[in-house]
């Protein structure tokens, strides 16, 4: 059973990527100093899988610190490496924030893999390094343009350092571009937990419906799109955590050097905003009341995946459609709200 390190554990993806690593036979450890994540996920991912998953609670940005993560588990035999700060509009309004504590991070966590020679590494990247992408779908050719916001160039500047890196160090590096995780478990024991109000879409649709926050806004209606709001491709965050556990897969498989490939994950399909909200209407049976407000400075306008390289290479196909994506968010909401999951607020 290999071990693997996932930093950002107790965050929306790394907890849901636990519990698929965990069901696939893998041992597992986390790194989170819970600034934007929390610690009750790990009470989530238990009821789940009946595992115990171990915790540091460090900053990343701290060599020392991380050092003793690898000094405590010599044995490790692969990193997903989640933590990041990823809110596009913070990222606008504090870029150096974003380019200190995500770049730093994964510098330290690159200089401990070399020096305690861990073969395989996965990094989180986004389909914001694309930026405003000049045609759609979008495939891993298609050239990056400039980053629509600090956090995007943080991605683009994390993809380089792992490229270059891997040319020199002894190991494999797999590059996964995200573009829009939603959903929760079917369990609806985990699930999207965002830290003051949502920046995300789905979390945005669910408090407003549930009423933890005022009337939703939707961020531009004028753009040239099918209805007027930004086109988007979401993919069911357990889509997602299967993605990296056939990741690990893949590269333990091929057991090459010196190799660093990027893969976008996505569902194939753009979907708008307001075509989301309707999604959500049909899952929980209910109207939704929503604004119109301006557009959102970082926003792209429009960006969906090719995923012909996740298939062929991963073997990896999106189980969730839309519809599952609302149904299991609403129940998550639901349940967390009135504290029938482990996590009760």
């Given at each position: 059973m290999k071990k693997i390190l996932v930093t950002g554990g107790t965050g929306y993806i790394g907890s849901h990527t636990l519990v698929d690593l965990i069901e696939q036979g893998y041992d597992v450890i986390s790194a989170d100093n819970y600034s934007r994540s929390d610690a009750r996920m790990l009470q989530g991912i238990e009821t789940i899988t009946g595992k115990k998953v171990k915790n540091y609670a460090i900053d990343l940005c701290s060599l020392t610190d991380t050092r003793k993560i690898f000094e405590e588990?010599?044995?490790?035999?692969?990193?997903?490496?989640?933590?990041?700060?990823?809110?596009?509009?913070?990222?606008?309004?504090?870029?150096?924030?974003?380019f200190e504590n995500n770049i730093q991070s994964l510098l330290n966590l690159l200089r401990c893999v070399q020096e305690y020679k861990v073969p395989y590494f996965v990094f989180s990247s986004s389909c914001t390094v694309y930026g405003e992408p000049e045609?759609?779908?979008?495939?891993?050719?298609?050239?990056?343009?400039?980053?629509?916001?600090?956090?995007?160039l943080t991605k683009q500047i994390g993809e380089q350092l792992v490229q270059e890196f891997v040319k020199a160090a002894p190991c494999s590096a797999l590059l996964l571009r995200y573009f829009n995780p939603?959903?929760?478990?079917?369990?609806?024991?985990?699930?999207?937990?965002?830290?003051?109000?949502?920046?995300?879409?789905?979390?945005?649709?669910t408090q407003s419906a549930i009423g933890v926050i005022d009337k939703l806004t939707v961020h531009g209606t004028d753009y040239p799109t099918r209805d007027g709001s930004c086109l988007r491709d979401f993919i069911h965050v357990c889509d997602l955590a299967r993605a990296h556990t056939q990741a690990l897969q893949l590269l333990g498989k091929e057991a090459k050097q010196h190799t660093c490939e990027a893969i976008n994950l996505g569902s194939g399909t753009g979907i708008t905003v307001l075509e989301s909200i309707q999604a959500f209407e049909k899952a929980a049976g209910e109207k939704l009341e929503w604004t119109a407000g301006?557009?959102?400075?970082?926003?792209?306008?429009?960006?969906?995946?090719?995923?012909?390289?996740?298939?062929?290479?991963?073997?990896?196909?999106?189980?969730?459609?839309?519809?599952?994506?609302?149904?299991?968010?609403?129940?998550?909401?639901q349940r967390y709200r009135k504290g029938e999951t482990v996590l009760s607020p």
């Open positions: 588990n010599p044995d490790l035999s692969g990193i997903i490496h989640f933590a990041a700060y990823k809110a596009v509009g913070e990222s606008v309004e504090q870029p150096l924030l974003y045609s759609i779908p979008v495939t891993e050719e298609t050239s990056l343009r400039p980053a629509a916001s600090p956090y995007g939603a959903g929760a478990h079917p369990s609806a024991q985990i699930g999207e937990l965002p830290i003051g109000k949502p920046q995300n879409l789905v979390p945005a649709i301006p557009r959102r400075p970082g926003d792209v306008m429009a960006i969906y995946a090719n995923n012909s390289r996740a298939q062929q290479r991963l073997g990896w196909n999106a189980r969730f459609n839309i519809d599952d994506i609302m149904a299991t968010a609403w129940a998550w909401e």
